[in-house]
């Protein structure tokens, strides 16, 4: 429960019982470890602290807001809308002298340092495992060591960031922790640094975890999904999942199929690769809203078409998974299910599945990349659309109703963005040039 957000809100609409409900909700939540007496004064705290921030002057604090919430525009949830809020988020940072920045695309990035390429990857830990620490970390940890692979690069340390709310037992932390830890662990990679704090301090209450894990890895070469080109075949993995594939199995009461996520094979037949130096143009991990978002950037970022075998990929889905995801009617295209995506020459594609099969995980051919823009499915019915969703499949029952919901119009929603987008750039510029501006001239 945000308490400050709560009492801005009561502020704004002048709501005379503000600080009489201030209370029940501490009382409510901290139940027996907080007398009333107390609540009430945490809720006088709250409300001058609020009062205080309420309209602050001057132009830092300046913020017109959109009209556009994240969940009205998908912010979060791996469909258009995301995937357009990250374009704009490319546009904010500007241009860089990065090799791999945002504007690729790619869920890590790269810089050229002492004669080689420095690759960094963060990846905030699902957000509905925070009643489940130990499979946010492990799940996590997995999904930030793949982007550092997929880059073609070796990880060699791990760092992470973890918030948890002030009435969060501090086993949740140590939980978290092992998680990402049993992971590193496994693959030799070290949890080397990082924060621990609360979320909003004290003014959220409750226990909900979150945070990130990040890692850092060295490489020679790279295989940004830049470089995907006509003639190239694609490769994919197994795949069991990860955050996504548990947060469903768990909301929807298959717990069993959890045990199917806990692996590391997508880190074993990565890094199997790395000690060799087959030709492979792009690696990406099959995550942002399933195949069928990784598969619109991949396009959109290389300037080519992607043609993919159904029957083909089906088959590489765990099949536990698969039968899940077919009961509950879940898109499995739609969905991460941890798998490996390979672009590359044909003549490197029997020795990628050798080495990949070395490794005990199963591979196959699933499609090619030709001239052109945009994806195509082919199944045993012909070819059907492998648009992304405005969403990612969705595989929680709150996500089946919320996609049941109003929508609003993208188009209108858009245009609110950009301008958000414009605002935010305009202001960081200002910023910028008023501190160089401060700085002493040189003699």
């Given at each position: ?52 921030t309420l309209n602050p002057e001057g132009d830092v604090f300046e913020l017109s807001d959109s009209g556009v919430t994240m969940g009205d525009f998908g912010v979060g949830s791996r469909g258009l809308g995301d995937f357009y809020a990250h374009e704009k988020i490319a546009e904010v940072i500007g241009e860089t002298d990065a090799v791999v920045d945002s504007r690729q695309l790619d869920d890590s990035g ?334």
């Open positions: 429960m945000d308490l400050e957000g709560f009492a801005k809100r009561g502020l704004s609409r002048g709501d005379p019982d503000l600080e009489e409900k201030l209370v029940d909700l501490i009382v409510e939540v901290k139940e027996e470890r907080i007398k009333r007496a107390h609540a009430e004064r945490l809720a006088r705290a709250v409300l001058e602290e609020a009062r205080a790269a810089v050229e340092a002492g004669g080689k390429y420095l690759v960094l990857s963060v990846d905030g830990m699902h957000s509905r495992l925070s009643d489940y620490p130990f499979l946010a970390g492990f799940h996590v940890t997995r999904a930030t060591l793949r982007d550092i692979l997929v880059m073609r690069a070796r990880p060699v340390a791990m760092f992470s960031d973890i918030h948890l709310a002030d009435d969060g037992d501090v086993s949740r932390l140590f939980d978290h922790l092992a998680g990402i830890a049993a992971v590193g662990e496994l693959t030799r990679v070290p949890l080397i640094t990082g924060s621990t704090l609360r979320i909003g301090g004290d003014m959220v209450i409750g226990n909900r975890l979150t945070g990130c894990v990040g890692a850092v890895g060295v490489s020679d070469l790279l295989s940004p999904r830049k470089d995907a080109a006509p003639g190239d075949v694609i490769l994919m993995t197994e795949g069991a999942g990860g955050g996504t594939v548990c947060a469903a199995a768990l909301y929807y009461g298959w717990h069993d199929v959890v045990d199917e996520t806990i692996n590391v094979k997508f880190l074993e037949a990565a890094s199997a690769l790395l000690k060799t130096d087959i030709e492979i143009h792009a690696m990406t991990d099959v995550t942002n809203g399933g195949i069928r978002g990784d598969a619109k950037e991949i396009s959109k970022t290389a300037g080519v078409k992607l043609v993919f075998d159904e029957a083909r990929m089906a088959r590489l889905v765990n099949r536990r998974v698969l039968e899940m995801l077919e009961a509950l009617k879940i898109d499995y295209l739609g969905v991460s299910i941890d798998a490996l995506l390979i672009i590359a020459p044909p003549s490197s594609a029997e020795e990628i599945m050798e080495v990949i099969r070395s490794t005990g995980v199963e591979i196959d051919r699933i499609g090619r990349v030709e001239e052109g823009s945009g994806v195509e499915l082919h199944t045993r019915d012909g070819i059907k659309d492998f648009e992304p969703r405005f969403r990612e499949s969705a595989y929680t029952p709150i996500k089946k109703v919320v996609d049941d919901g109003p929508v609003r119009d993208f188009s209108e929603m858009k245009e609110k963005v950009d301008l958000a987008a414009e605002m935010a750039i305009a202001k960081k510029r200002r910023f910028v040039e008023r501190i160089w501006g401060e700085r002493p001239k040189s003699p």
